[in-house]
């Protein structure tokens, strides 16, 4: 071998070891903010759901409440007790592994180098520095659609009708089962590559061989237990997930796609989000090889649906981040592939102001220094609900029956259930709102006795005034009391206030629910 191939192998070694130290640092940062930053509404609902596993729940499937079960189970085998960093710990190696693999499908196209830009600019995103540090659907998401993408590229790479194909074949099967296990929305990642084959002419001979039958199939078997539980629950998280994002609009269509665009300029930033849009469209009118083309495809197809049902509903920032996964890959594979000084510098430049804002971001969280009301601060609907549990119990040793602890939204039940001592069972009194996982559980009138206590944490009304969910339950209770202020606090400024409602001697019955 000459001293040029041993050097080229020796820099490639250097790239790739360069790409696995980004990703181990940036989650091993993610986890010291896991452990840091306490339990927002929609995890502390997570985990409320990790105590009782099962197939599916209303608004996703199972995938988070199994990681979170597996942190608190870890976390009980050393002696803690269910903790932020127990219950982020397996999203977050999630988002790692998601990141690993993003840099390892770069490396097959363009070598180590893409392999450590991918890397780089997927840790620094703050779609991803920021959004995988916490217990949320997306964290497996984009795991097991990253894996995914991983054989499909190895697939394609290897002979049709080959051992090695149809092996690669298998395993992208069975991520996109865990991902279709993990968040609906992955139904568009095999849709996308189908769609890719279909459309490029030196892929449809890929519909020859048994590889991606045999992927659909074990994507279907993995999905099973999913498909089970929403078959006994009247398909309620299919429905619900439909209605969500193509349901009858609502305002102006406009000003969602516009809302839409502008959250990913906030979260893969300006810069970044043009580079990637732009690498994805070079891949689609160009593309290098059969593996480029279904990566632009797939980036797109994740794309394309969210742009439509913005034209319904209201599209959350983070949920078109799928497409990014592709999408960098691509972006860092052209910048190595086919060198270009000003492409190249236009990236750095990206990268530096991800890193910014990033920066700006954790220091925020560690010193929340920046003059932003609690009210109007994201970060900030974490924070006091410790000491309203604290007020909540106290009221309870103040009665002399068995008192049940309840609120009006899914958010307030499941962080009551998090911080009250002895983590209890909460009631969700879900007499308006939107439907959740509470209401498939056990209700108050199938639990409770006569003679029972409810201790209510609900939003505070103006001086005077019952709040309407008590003047509806009152006629359940032999006597109804205003109880203490419970205001939700950061550092002294108010988040939110909540006032306790102590509702005694239950005698039987419901009032109904009241649909908006």
């Not at 009006?408 to 009551?416: F, T």
């Not at 108010?494 to 009241?514: A, H, K």
Request: glycine fraction near 6%; hydrophobic fraction near 55%; charge should be positive.
């Amino acid at each position: 071998m000459s001293d040029v191939a041993l050097s080229r192998d020796d820099g490639e070694w250097r790239a790739w070891r360069a790409a696995v130290v980004v990703i181990v640092a940036s989650w091993l940062v993610r986890l010291a903010f896991a452990a840091r930053l306490p339990l927002f509404p929609d995890e502390t609902y997570y985990w409320d759901w990790s105590r009782h596993l099962q197939g599916g729940y209303f608004d996703h499937p199972p995938m988070i409440a199994l990681l979170i079960r597996a942190g608190t189970a870890l976390a009980a085998v050393f002696g803690a007790a269910p903790s932020p960093l127990a219950v982020r710990f397996f999203p977050v190696l999630a988002g790692g592994a998601a990141t690993l693999a993003a840099a390892a499908t770069a490396r097959r196209l363009a070598g180590a180098r893409a392999a450590m830009l991918a890397a780089l600019s997927f840790a620094i995103m703050p779609l991803a520095a920021a959004g995988l540090v916490l217990a949320t659907p997306d964290a497996p998401l984009l795991a097991f659609e990253a894996i995914a993408l991983y054989a499909v590229v190895r697939a394609l790479e290897s002979a049709p009708r080959s051992g090695a194909s149809l092996g690669w074949w298998s395993l992208a099967g069975i991520a996109v089962g865990l991902a279709f296990a993990s968040k609906y929305t992955s139904i568009f990642f095999p849709l996308s590559v189908a769609l890719a084959v279909v459309l490029r002419p030196t892929l449809r001979v890929r519909l020859r061989e048994a590889g991606p039958y045999v992927a659909c199939v074990l994507a279907v078997l993995v999905f099973v237990p999913v498909l089970l539980w929403n078959a006994r629950h009247d398909w309620i998280s299919f429905r619900f997930q439909l209605e969500h994002g193509l349901g009858k609009p609502k305002g102006s269509a406009l000003n969602r796609e516009l809302e839409l665009i502008g959250g990913q300029l906030g979260l893969v930033t300006p810069i970044l989000f043009a580079l990637a849009a732009a690498a994805v469209w070079r891949a689609l009118r160009r593309p290098r090889d059969d593996a480029h083309f279904v990566l632009a495809v797939v980036a797109v197809g994740s794309w394309a649906f969210y742009v439509y049902s913005a034209i319904h509903r209201r599209v959350e920032a983070n949920w078109p981040a799928p497409a990014y996964i592709p999408a960098l890959v691509l972006l860092a594979s052209q910048v190595v592939g086919a060198p270009n000084a000003a492409l190249s510098r236009w990236l750095r430049r990206g990268l530096v102001l991800a890193a910014v804002l990033v920066a700006v971001l954790y220091a925020y969280v560690l010193a929340p220094v920046l003059p932003i009301p609690a009210r109007k601060d994201p970060l900030a609907r974490a924070a006091g609900w410790d000491a309203l549990a604290t007020k909540a119990d106290s009221t309870r040793r103040t009665l002399g029956t068995r008192v049940w602890f309840g609120a009006d939204r899914y958010q307030d039940v499941s962080e009551l259930a998090y911080h009250l001592p002895g983590r209890p069972e909460v009631v969700c009194v879900c007499l308006t709102g939107r439907h959740n996982q509470y209401e498939l559980w056990p209700r108050f009138t199938e639990q409770a006795a006569r003679g029972d206590a409810l201790v209510l944490a609900l939003d505070e009304r103006p001086l005077g005034t019952v709040h309407e969910n008590v003047a509806r339950l009152a006629p359940h209770f032999t006597r109804v009391q205003q109880g203490a202020l419970a205001p939700l606090l950061r550092d002294g400024d108010t988040v939110s206030v909540r006032r306790l409602w102590i509702l005694d001697g239950y005698i039987g019955g419901w009032p109904t629910r009241s649909e908006p």
